[in-house]
Structure formats: C-alpha cells, structure tokens
C-alpha cells in the first residue's frame, strides 16, 4: 500500500510537470482514499472509465485527458457532476498528466509510439520538445507506413499524400497536434504523424509537400498511461490494470 501523497510527488517529479505551461491542471485532480493499492489508468476520464474503475474497486484512476480544461464552464452540473460524484462516492484519486506525459522521454506518448513504429528519434520540437524528428529504420512509400501505422494501433489512418516521394524523414506528435504540419515541413520531414486532422491540414499537406498521416487522437494517446501505469506497479509494488474504452476518433 503506496500513501497517494507520496505517488503524485513521484509522478510529478519524474514528469517534470511543473515545467509545462498547459491546458489544464496536471497532477491529483480529484481527492479520494489517502493510500493506493489498485491503479486503473485510461485514456479519457469519460464516465465509462469511471464506472470500469468502480468496479475494479480501484484506488486511483490514471488519465491523459483529465477535467478542468481551460476555457471549460467551472461549475459541477450535468455531466462533469456525475463524473466526480462517482469519484467522490467511491473515495477513487483522478490523477492526469497531459503534456507532461506527452513529452516524456521514456514514457511519453511520442516516446512510444514512436517505439513501436520502428522510428528512430534523431531531434525534438515544439515546447518541452514534446514533437519527435527521426528517421524510418528503410525509405518506404506512404502507403507502406500507413499499414504499419494500422497494424500497430488497429486503426486505419487517413493518408494525405504531399507528392509521390518516399518517407525517409519522418516528423510526429501524437493528438490534436495536426496544426505543427508546416513546422515539420521546415524541419526537412517527408511525413507528419498526428492524430487528428482538419480541413486545411489536407491543403497545407499538399502546398507544403510532405504527407500526413492522421491515425486518431485516441489511438495515438493510448501508450503513455499504459507505461506510466505499469511502471508504478513496478515502482511501488501496487497492481495497475490499463482499460481501453473505445474511440473510433
């Protein structure tokens, strides 16, 4: 049994989350039970995740993509009330990290996937370099990467072609991250990697001359809880169970 104060202490300093200026609030959301014996981590605190971790009968509920975004109406009705009130009535710790998981070296969404999909990380940008740069293990078509790309995270990926060129250089940040596409052409990549696309991004793709890859927030952001979740089970000898609640975006 693992004191919370002491895990979200770990967590932010192996993060380095108080170095990123972000969207929401990284760290312990939601106070429950003051000690930790069952992890439940997940992409979304969506209600389904919630409800998964009550049955599990879970201390603490790990996320990417916690509450209290900027922007967001502060009050706690509808929705956001039902979410915490299941929290709080179970005595169940939210704690999320954001960009600060994202940008991991070792743990980080980027970090993994990239892993995963054979890339070798030769540079970083974007803020807190949280945008990987690298290079494919052999050139390859775009076509060939979007089969990688779909037998890695069983999704198919939207495939903007930005000419006929082979992907070599390849430029990824996993999320709604598709607006750094004309920061990933200057940086010389033949291919971006994101999660999501927008209507311009198709234009910007073609302009530019670099193909996107939109392979979807959700299937891109599923990693870095996983990684963080087992590594504390490791850490402080505590069970850790990953849930996956399905998100075609």
């Known amino acids: 049994m693992t004191g919370v104060k002491q895990l979200v202490e770990y967590c932010d300093e192996l ?3 108080a170095l990123y200026r972000d ?13 930790v ?11 389904a995740l919630v409800d998964a971790t009550v049955e599990r009968g879970a201390d603490l509920l ?17 929705m956001k009330r039902r979410r915490i009130k299941a929290l709080l009535d179970n005595d169940i710790n939210l704690l999320a990290y954001h960009l600060p998981l994202d940008g991991h070296p070792q743990l980080g969404n980027n ?6 999909l054979g890339f070798e990380v030769s540079d970083h940008f974007l803020d807190n370099d949280i945008g990987c740069l690298g290079r494919l293990d ?5 076509a060939a990467l979007g ?11 939207q495939l903007i072609a930005g000419g006929d060129h082979p992907i070599e250089r390849i430029a990824w940040c996993s999320g709604a991250a598709q607006g750094y596409l004309e920061q990933a052409a200057a940086l010389g990549a033949d291919a971006y990697l994101s999660g999501e696309i927008s209507e311009h991004t198709v ?8 193909h996107y890859i939109a392979a979807g927030h959700h299937a891109t952001e599923r990693f870095d809880v996983q990684a963080l979740g087992t590594h504390l089970a490791a850490h402080f000898d505590i069970y850790h169970e990953y849930i996956d609640i399905p998100n075609p975006v």
């Open 15 to 17: 993060l380095d989350a």
């Open 23 to 35: 969207y929401c609030p990284n760290g312990l959301q939601v106070e429950g039970a003051g000690e």
């Open 37 to 47: 014996q069952r992890i439940v981590s997940g992409v979304t605190a969506c209600q």
């Open 62 to 78: 790990l996320v990417h993509h916690g509450y209290f975004w900027k922007g967001e109406a502060p009050t706690l009705v509808g």
């Open 111 to 116: 970090a993994q996937l990239g892993a995963r």
């Open 138 to 142: 052999a050139p390859c078509s775009l």
């Open 147 to 157: 089969a990688r790309v779909d037998e890695l995270l069983g999704r198919t990926p």
């Open 203 to 210: 234009h910007a793709a073609r302009e530019l001359g670099i």
